[in-house]
C-alpha cells in the first residue's frame, strides 16, 4: 500500500472503520448473549460515528491539506496491517473490548507517529485531530463497555 495524498490515508481509515462496524453488526444478528449483543450494537454506532467523523473531517478540510503528500515511512506499515486486521469470529465480551482497545491504541500511535514526522505544521495538525479523536473515543469505549459489563 502506498499513501500519496492525506486524503488517501484518511480514505483507508474510514473505509476500515465502516468494514468493522458492517463485521459488528453481523455479530450482533448472531449471538444468543444479550450482553455481547448489547456491546456489539454499542460498537457499531461507534464505527459508523468514526467513520463519518473522518468523512466529515476530510470534506471539511482545506483541500491544500487534503492534498499534501503524505511522508512515507514507519506508519505506512503499520496501517497495511491495522487495515488487514480481522474482528474476531467468536470473542466474548471481555475479549471484544480487548480488541477495540488494542486497536483504538495502535491508531493512536500512528496518529501520533504521522503528526511528529509531518512536513507541514498543517499536516501535522490533522493528525493530532485525530489522535485526540481516537483517544477521547477509547475513553468512552472504556466507560460505556464496563457499563454494559456490570449491567
Known amino acids: 500500500m502506498r499513501f500519496e495524498q492525506i486524503s488517501d490515508f484518511l480514505e483507508h ?24 449483543k448489547m456491546l456489539l450494537y454499542y460498537m457499531v454506532g461507534r464505527e459508523k460515528e468514526t467513520a463519518e467523523s473522518v468523512m466529515h473531517f476530510m470534506e471539511e478540510s482545506p483541500r491544500q491539506i487534503m492534498r499534501a503528500w503524505a ?29 477495540a482497545m488494542q486497536l483504538a491504541g495502535e491508531f ?19 493528525f493530532r485531530s485525530l489522535l485526540a479523536e481516537t483517544r477521547k473515543s477509547r475513553e468512552q469505549l472504556a466507560r460505556n463497555a464496563n457499563m454494559i459489563i456490570d449491567f
Do not use: I, S
Open 108 to 126: 493512536e500511535a500512528l496518529f501520533e507517529y504521522a503528526a511528529d514526522t509531518a512536513d507541514e505544521d498543517d499536516v501535522a495538525a490533522v
Open 13 to 36: 481509515v474510514r473505509t476500515f472503520h465502516g468494514r468493522v462496524a458492517a463485521r459488528y453488526e453481523e455479530m450482533a444478528g448472531e449471538t444468543k448473549n444479550e450482553r455481547l
Open 71 to 99: 511522508q512515507p515511512g514507519e506508519h505506512e506499515e503499520t496501517l497495511k496491517e491495522l487495515l488487514q486486521r480481522p474482528v474476531p469470529d467468536d470473542p466474548d465480551v471481555d475479549g471484544l473490548v480487548e480488541f
